[in-house]
């Protein structure tokens, strides 16, 4: 078993705990056109579609055969979701982009 330092373990249980859906349920979502709808894109695919498709391939990888390549990811999920989080709109936010957004990227904001 690979061991981590606890700087690596805190990133992925970090990661873990930002990353609120389920693989096959963040996969389902990426099918659906209001995920498809949101974000910035450069050639057809969103930066968070392109994450939240990242983000499944590393929840299904051992946690002994993760790399460098993606404790860059986790960081970069992590601090996304945070810094989104953290610019919540008033209101029902069920049906809005600011959630789309977040569950690109793996965090459901109503779980």
Known sequence: MTMYDDDTEALIEEFHDTVNMQPQELEEWLETEESKSVGDTDDGES???QSGRRIVEIKRTDKA???DDDFDH????????????????DGDVEDTRWRYSLMNWGHDPLK
């Open 47 to 49: 930066t968070g579609h």
């Open 65 to 67: 055969d993760l790399g």
């Open 74 to 89: 986790m960081r970069k999920v992590n601090g996304y979701v945070a810094r989104h989080l953290a610019q919540q709109p």
